[in-house]
Every structure is written in C-alpha cells, then in structure tokens.
C-alpha cells in the first residue's frame, strides 16, 4: 500500500521530468485552463477550423437527409395510398359489388 | 470572449447551437491543441489522433445540449476523448492483424516520421510513453500532457479516487522503470 508522500513524491519527481523535456507550455496551458488563442499557431488553427466545417457538413448532412426521407416517405405514402386506391376500384370484386348495391338499389326504389 | 469561463461558453452553446458556432469556436480554440496532443501521445499516430480528436468535438459539438454540469466540462470533454481513443486502439489492433507485413512498416515509418515531427514533447519521455502498455500511457498521458488532476482522473476513468491513484502509482512506476533502462549510463532519477 503506498502512503500519500511516496505517490505525491514520485508525481512530482515525473512531472519534473516532463517540464525538463519541454512540455511545461502544455502543462502551464492546461491548468490555467483557458489556453488563449494568442498561444495558437497555424496548424492548430487548420485543425480547428476543419473540425468546425466538419460540424457544420455533418449538421447540413444530417437536415438533407432527414427532408429527403421525409420527402421520400411522403411520397411513397402516397404512391402507395393511390395505387391501393386504384387496385381496389379495378378488382372485379369491387365492380360485382357495385353492380349488386345497383341492382339494390334499384330494388329499393320499387320500381 | 476570452473573458468567459467554460461554463459560460457551454451555455451559449446549448442556446446557439447549431446556427452559431462563435462559443463552440472559442470551446476549441481553449481545449483543441492540448486534447490534440493528448491524442498523439495515446494513439501514436497523427492521423489517427487527428480522427480522434475531430470525433471528440463533433459528440460535442452534437451532445452538449445533453450535458447536464454535474461534472466540469473538461472532465466531460476528457471522457469523450478518452473512450475515442479507445476506440481508435481497437481499431488500430484490428487493421494491424489483418495488414500485411507491408503495411505496418509503411505506419512505423510514419510514426518516426511524426515522432521526429512532434516538437512538444521531445527525446526521451516520448520514447518512454511510447513503449508504456495502453492503460499506462493514457493515464500518464492524462497526468502530465493533459494536465488533469487525480480526481479529475478518477472522474475521467468513472472510478474511485484510491483506485485512480493505484493504477497511476502503477504507471508511474513502470515510467520510471523504463526511464531508468534507457538511462543506464546517467544518475538515475528515482530511487
């Protein structure tokens, strides 16, 4: 089991270790928390802005996509309600039916 | 802009996002580099830490209407980069099996490459990182690139506080282990 001092020890002696290798700007950046922008360098910029397009196409991807199934949905909705539509009025049950609720009527009248 | 704390900036973003993207811009330009550096030191590869990290902020980017404030945003954002570069491990595991020979050393190459590119963290430390197992070099990773504190770590991890200590002592120990193998010709620097 190792005690608080012998870890804090050993954590402080490494991240003595990482600033005399050079990344104490990171280190520094990190616990400020706020790493400014006036610390950014051109590539850093590139990355950030390619994440931002990419945020934005995926959004824009995301919309077309979704107005397209829509779209698309609405459509074959309708096909489909027609083409029952159409089905039922050509079957020749429908048109027995038909004749029969004529004949009915036709009886109903008394004629 | 600069004036704002995280919180500040996460709320903006829940009430302007997605049509303006002025906060999550300022989000980035704070956390991007380091979350970046992070990424190279976990996966090793630019292109696989450039993926990695656009997938971090684009969950973001779509999932911080859903982030309730329990915990801190960088935690938060630490998390989401976290299980990525996870991910991208796995990844990379599965396409080292099936790669050929061919391949692999054309990715050695390149990793070099980036190793001699990488001006941030130079020399021996990256060398050390680099021959840490996954878990070690993402909690050391975490520690002194990333800059998180234990708790902040144990948050990350979505583990106890003694427990994140435990795993980093372990991390520690083998840095300082492989540290001392590459060092043999100096003073050592840990007892």
Known sequence: MITEAQFLEQDAKILDIFKEEGIEKSLAASQENNAKAKDLDAEDLRRIERIVERAKFTLVMEHSLSFFFKTIGAGVSGLATAAIGVAKNASPNNKNKKTVHENDNNNCSGK | ?191
Request: aromatic share 8%.
């Open chain 2, 1 to 191: 802009m600069d004036a704002l704390s995280d919180d500040d900036l996460v709320a903006r973003c829940k009430t302007e996002l997605p049509y303006n993207v002025t906060a999550y811009r300022e989000l980035l330009r704070r956390h991007e580099p380091l979350v970046y550096r992070s990424c190279l030191k976990m996966l090793g590869s630019v292109q696989d830490a450039e993926e990695a990290c656009q997938d971090a902020f684009l969950q973001v980017f779509h999932k911080i209407v859903e982030f309730e404030g329990r915990a801190a945003f960088k935690t938060w954002l630490y998390r989401i980069v976290y299980n990525r570069c996870l991910e991208a491990r796995r990844k990379a595991a599965r396409r080292n099996q099936y790669h050929s020979k061919m391949v692999e050393e054309a990715e050695h190459e390149e990793l070099t490459k980036n190793k001699s590119s990488d001006d941030e963290i130079t020399g021996k430390v990256h060398e050390v990182i680099s021959r840490m197992s996954g878990e070690e070099c993402r909690l050391v990773t975490l520690r002194y690139i990333s800059g998180l504190s234990i708790q902040e770590i144990a948050d990350v991890l979505d583990i106890g506080l003694s427990a994140a200590k435990m795993r980093l002592y372990r991390a520690q120990e083998r840095f300082k282990e492989i540290y001392n193998d590459m060092d043999e010709g100096k003073e050592e620097f840990v007892k």
